[in-house]
């Protein structure tokens, strides 16, 4: 049993994400420097943790809906949305739970909309989630009246800077939803129905799964994390930039389950190394800003490093290395 | 006119995939001014045969002759300019554009090399005639019905051919009225003079508009008859090829008092697929579902679960009125359906055996009420077990089980949830002997268990030995119910073949 578990650990994700992690420390020596100040740590590594939080959380709601052979390209617009609810709400004097509670309903109420899409219209997810792609961010901007909405809430600015035993808010909020989300999914029934929606949808409906009331969860998840990662990035800049918050980061969440080993095209996934595939994509980001580099190369190392990940996951490298072959060489035993 | 002048003829065709001969020496040929059918189960060879026909497959030996001459053809496009036309069950135009378009998509008249519309509608108007076709030809073809569309398609299709017009399941989709309505365009081509093959699964279609029938069967052919000198009950003998005088009595002692009534459908029925039938099902019964495919077969099995809901009619499961509106409803009652097509709707190829058996029980339990690995492992390696499922382990990919095996699994996968009933579809087609003994034992054992069940299978043989009942399918309706000592495969054939005086045994 041990054996197997450390060779769980080699997985390309974490493999990947040491790479990375080294190469950063060999171009600055001074990444994993962490110091105290202030009741916080602080450092380059820490800074990952935190900027990586809202790719990560998006990450969380993206794996179930990509698991489902689905996507959603709406979280972005989502978070613009949430965020400009939360500081409008703030500003507007409401008590700083109940602006964050409305956000949050919000983003379910988003998602669920593009669930109904999906689950009921039977609309394909990339269309179905490119409609409030593109109006979300109209949407925000209504509520916002075409501003940057600012705002001084003490708790809500807490929530996106303030830190827990010395790690950032951000990265702890991400921590615990990873966790809570992967135990309600490991511990229910609902990680195996997602599967089998996500392999064959029709085999799965007439296995007897409600796979309508699924995608519809699966959707509102998504919005639901969309609203928390929202909500963070507006309290971190202090103010809700609905032109701006959360542009393009729908893809990044993309990107970060697909680099944590769950196929576009449905079935096995794994939430914890879609947050693994975050922080490898915020680590890239940052080594390439602290060490001097033009942010123009961010771009380009990104590309190049995606393609060397997916190519450690590909079956036919896979099978040429033979070393990330381990399932299927144990033996049930009897 | 000679008897052997055909406008097209295939001679000696062979047609090798692999190691599996789909044709063996097919002999075809087709005469100017007829109908001439083309019969077959699936897996005959009938599509394949079309395909070389249409030059879409190339034949591994024999030649193809159009009016006499070898020719060789490269592909569909190349058979059309030696007159060879085709039009699909699916109408393969472009519903967004004109009729007049889509009649002339390609070959536009064209002026100063821009397209004439003018031109194209005023031909198009004069082609429709013909076909007594009153819509306007500069409408959208998707606002017509399919039938409509289905004679635009084949408007093109003489167009472009003229000479021979290949009809591959037309009527597929096609209600009564919307039938007849393109039958008389048939004829109409037919008299004047063009060649006809006509591919359907329809038996009463074959009998009303075709003049000669070819029938294959496992990729050989069987035979080419007139038809005027055949009985319907002939025919589906060529085609499934039962010897009429075959003594094979049911084994089943018929049961004078059945047990206690679980299932009764009334009226039950679901528009375009299956007309309203009713049908009583016991405890401990095994009623078989017989019938040529496309009878409606699948579509009894499909409403009867839900997955399809009806759309007329009632059913009372132990007496009580209730409704199916979908698969989770009937899961409810205690229904299991083991689809016909495993790959597509029965199997979750990704996943593992393990969570291809317990997904349906799963699926009872709810979201909450989740089974643990270990237990999980328990009851798959229960049925792995008295069902002889042969994987190397629990944990592997269900899709890389054999065929055989998977039925097994998706079998094992409803008796795990406890069915009171159970749909079987095509249970055993295209499996191995030894999973096929299988799976009729285990029909054997639940029904002597009091499970009831239906299913449905195209081996006769096999569903006079383990069914209590035979009900017969014919052009979606349920024409007779069979039961009794004598039920033997010939019975089945001449029910199928409509001879209800004989039906009876």
């Given at each position: 049993m041990k054996r197997l578990h450390l060779e769980r650990l080699a997985n390309p994700q974490l493999l990947a994400l040491a790479a990375v992690l080294l190469i950063n420390w060999i171009l600055f020596p001074n990444f994993f420097r962490i110091t105290w100040q202030d009741g916080r740590l602080f450092g380059s590594a820490i800074d990952v943790l935190n900027r990586g939080a809202p790719v990560a959380i998006l990450a969380i709601g993206m794996t179930g809906v990509i698991a489902t052979k689905g996507v959603d390209l709406s979280v972005g617009a989502i978070m613009a949305v949430c965020g400009a609810v939360a500081a409008t709400m703030v500003v507007a004097g409401y008590p700083t739970p109940i602006a964050v509670i409305a956000a949050l309903g919000v983003g379910v109420v988003c998602g669920l909309w593009n669930g109904f899409l999906v689950a009921v219209l039977d609309i394909q997810p990339i269309i179905a989630t490119l409609v409030l792609m593109v109006a979300g961010r109209g949407i925000a901007q209504l509520i916002t009246e075409g501003y940057i909405v600012t705002f001084n809430d003490p708790t809500l600015i807490f929530i996106g800077t303030g830190s827990l035993l010395g790690f950032p808010m951000a990265a702890v909020i991400a921590l615990v939803l990873m966790i809570l989300v992967t135990l309600v999914v490991k511990r229910t029934a609902i990680g195996l129905f997602i599967q089998a929606i996500g392999v064959n949808r029709s085999a799965a409906s007439l296995a007897g799964i409600n796979s309508r009331m699924l995608l519809m969860l699966v959707y509102g998840l998504s919005g639901f994390c969309a609203a928390i990662a929202g909500i963070l990035v507006a309290a971190d800049i202090r103010g809700a930039d609905a032109n701006n918050s959360g542009l393009w980061l729908e893809l990044d969440a993309i990107l970060a389950v697909v680099i944590g080993g769950t196929s576009l095209l449905g079935g096995k996934f794994s939430i914890p190394l879609a947050v693994v595939g975050a922080i490898i994509i915020q680590a890239m980001n940052t080594g390439i800003l602290v060490s001097g580099?033009?942010?123009?190369?961010n771009l380009i190392v990104k590309a190049g490093m995606i393609i060397l990940i997916l190519m450690l996951q590909s079956p036919l490298v896979g099978s040429a290395i033979g070393f990330f072959r381990r399932d299927d060489k144990r033996v049930v035993s009897k | 006119m000679a008897d052997t002048h055909y406008v097209l003829e295939a001679r000696g065709i062979m047609k090798i995939f692999g190691n599996h001969v789909a044709l063996d020496n097919i002999d075809f040929g087709l005469k100017a001014g007829e109908v001439h059918a083309l019969l077959g189960e699936n897996g005959a060879g009938k599509s394949t045969l079309i395909k070389i026909l249409t030059g879409a497959y190339q034949p591994d030996g024999g030649g193809i002759y159009v009016d006499g001459a070898q020719v060789s053809l490269d592909n569909p496009l190349h058979a059309q300019t030696f007159g060879i036309g085709t039009v699909y069950?699916?109408?393969?135009?472009?519903?967004?554009?004109?009729v007049a378009e889509n009649l002339f998509l390609g070959h536009q008249p064209l002026r100063f090399g821009f397209v004439n519309f003018r031109k194209m509608e005023a031909d198009a108007r004069v082609i429709l005639k013909n076909y007594d076709l009153n819509i306007d030809?500069?409408?959208?073809?998707?606002?017509?019905s399919v039938a409509v569309q289905q004679i635009v398609a084949i408007a093109r299709a003489v167009q472009l051919s003229g000479k021979v017009l290949i009809l591959d399941e037309p009527t597929a989709s096609l209600d009564r009225n919307e039938v007849e309505r393109l039958f008389e365009v048939v004829l109409g081509l037919k008299a004047r003079g063009l060649a006809i093959i006509f591919i359907t699964h329809f038996l009463d279609q074959v009998f009303a508009i075709s003049d000669r029938v070819t029938v294959l069967r496992n990729g050989k052919l069987i035979e080419t008859r007139a038809l005027d000198a055949l009985s319907r009950t002939d025919v589906v003998r060529l085609m499934l090829?039962?010897?009429?005088?075959?003594s094979g009595a049911t084994d089943v002692e018929p049961s004078e008092a059945p047990n206690e009534v679980l299932l009764e459908f009334k009226g039950y029925g679901r528009k375009r697929s299956v007309l309203p039938f009713d049908l009583t099902i016991h405890k401990g019964e095994v009623v078989g579902v017989a019938g040529l495919l496309g009878s409606g077969r699948t579509e009894v099995a499909r409403i009867m679960f839900g997955a399809d809901p009806a759309d007329q009619g009632t059913v009372r499961v132990n007496g009580q009125p209730t409704a199916i509106r979908k698969a989770t409803d009937a899961i409810k009652h205690g229904f299991g359906f083991c689809p016909e097509d495993r790959k597509a709707e029965g199997i979750l190829g990704d996943l593992s055996v393990r969570e291809n058996i317990v997904i349906a029980l799963q699926g009872k339990l709810g979201w909450f009420k989740a089974l643990n690995r270990d237990e999980q492992m328990e009851i798959a390696g229960r049925f792995g077990e008295s069902m002889d499922i042969r994987a190397a382990s629990l944990d592997m990919p269900v899709k890389l089980l054999s065929g055989g095996n998977q039925q097994k699994v998706i079998l094992s996968r409803w008796l795990a949830t406890d069915p009171a009933f159970l749909i079987l579809d095509e249970p055993t087609r295209g499996i191995d002997v030894g999973a096929h003994a299988e799976i009729v034992r285990t029909i054997n054992r639940l029904r002597d268990e009091g499970m009831a069940m239906l299913v449905i299978s195209s081996e006769l043989d096999e569903v006079v030995a383990y069914s209590s009942r035979i009900v017969v399918m014919r052009d979606r309706e349920m024409v007779a119910e069979l039961r009794g000592k004598n039920i033997n495969p010939g019975v089945i054939v001449q029910a199928i073949a409509n001879n209800p005086d004989e039906a009876v045994a």
């Open positions: 580099f033009r942010p123009e190369f | 069950q699916e109408v393969n135009l472009l519903p967004n554009r004109s030809p500069s409408s959208e073809l998707g606002s017509h090829g039962k010897d009429i005088a075959f």
